[in-house]
């Protein structure tokens, strides 16, 4: 009877997740679209800016449903993570669409532009620096991580993993770009160049990792904490992590359709969206499983996001965003490699 109401439960948290999650991405995505137009090039601030936002909804959406229904995972500690991510959305907010309160910095970050620096308010900067530092700070004392646990806010355990996935991960989207260019099914958008590539790669990841995590934040949390905590028991592991994957490529359906991803190829880039969010996801969710933390999740999804505007530009963009390598549907037969062999570890068989 109480594994009933356990699953009972655990179904009205997942649904009202997900009923508030896509009806805020559907009705922002149209706002923007209405007010903004078409995505196309050159792409405005605003547009940039949107898309960031866009990334910041699943996340609310869980820290609502964990305030509503109670969750014993919101201890002091969590509060005050989730509330210095809030202040950052609201700050980001004011300074996106209005006007910077004391000026802006410019910082070469990638993902955001990967030739240039990109302005960024300094007020929003200065409250993601600090709510990282804050993050490691609440993860020193034993105490302090133990109240993260049930929220997956602490950096868990076999830490050595925050370092062997995101290499290994790196690894293969860096070898999908090379033979999108050995193929001739890319040209580099700039020049081919391995070593402004690599030069221009690490020291923007680095300033993304303090600048940029509630962006991933937003998406990982709302994705691999708060549903795939629900999913797994209900469906168990491996029906959990196909169903969430498919659940996060249909939340991408608006960027497809405005011409953001896979432009032009609404029907096969809804397709490949989809399957290339159950093969990350089944990464992404391996190493959750395997620390027991989100963090590694916001790694690994700034990591490859911060690769692809880079290897466009250095070693090759995809003449075909379907039929290539890189993000294209060649390039998937990588990621479902690397896919496969972590699907074979026993951590998926563990019982919630």
Not at 95 to 119: A, D, Q, R
Not at 157 to 184: D, R
Not at 254 to 277: A, D, F, R, W
């Amino acid at each position: 009877m109480t594994n009933t109401i356990e699953k009972s439960q655990l179904k009205k948290e997942l649904f009202t997740f997900l009923i508030l999650t896509f009806t805020a991405t559907f009705i922002f995505s149209l706002a923007v679209y209405l007010i903004l137009g078409p995505f196309s090039s050159p792409v405005s601030k605003l547009w940039f800016s949107s898309l960031q936002v866009y990334m910041f909804i699943p996340a609310i959406s869980a820290i609502f449903c964990l305030s509503f229904f109670k969750s014993k995972a919101l201890t002091n500690e969590t509060k005050i993570i989730f509330s210095i991510f809030l202040i950052y959305v609201l700050v980001f907010l004011l300074e996106s669409y209005g006007k910077p309160f004391i000026g802006t910095i410019g910082l070469p970050l990638v993902s955001l532009h990967p030739t240039n620096t990109t302005e960024i308010p300094l007020v929003s900067m200065s409250v993601a620096v600090i709510g990282i530092i804050t993050v490691i700070i609440l993860n020193l004392k034993k105490k302090w991580r133990n109240n993260l646990k049930d929220s997956r806010l602490y950096f868990g355990k076999n830490l050595i993993y925050y370092l062997i996935i995101p290499l290994l991960l790196s690894a293969v989207i860096l070898l999908t770009y090379l033979f999108n260019y050995i193929t001739g099914l890319g040209i580099p958008g700039k020049e081919y160049n391995l070593y402004i590539f690599l030069t221009t790669l690490i020291p923007s990841l680095i300033l993304s990792i303090f600048v940029l995590w509630p962006n991933y934040f937003g998406e990982e949390y709302g994705w691999r904490a708060y549903l795939q905590d629900r999913l797994f028991p209900l469906l168990g592991s491996y029906k959990g992590v196909l169903i969430l994957g498919i659940i996060w490529g249909l939340w991408h359906i608006p960027l497809i359709m405005m011409g953001v991803i896979y432009p032009g190829q609404s029907v096969l880039g809804i397709l490949l969206m989809v399957i290339n969010t159950i093969l990350m996801g089944i990464i992404l969710s391996y190493a959750v499983l395997k620390t027991e933390s989100i963090w590694i999740a916001v790694l690994l999804h700034l990591v490859p996001d911060t690769i692809y505007p880079t290897a466009n530009y250095f070693i090759a963009t995809s003449i075909n965003p379907i039929f290539a390598f890189g993000t294209g549907i060649y390039g998937s037969v990588f990621l479902a490699i690397f896919a496969l062999i972590l699907l074979r570890s026993d951590i998926w068989k563990l019982k919630y």
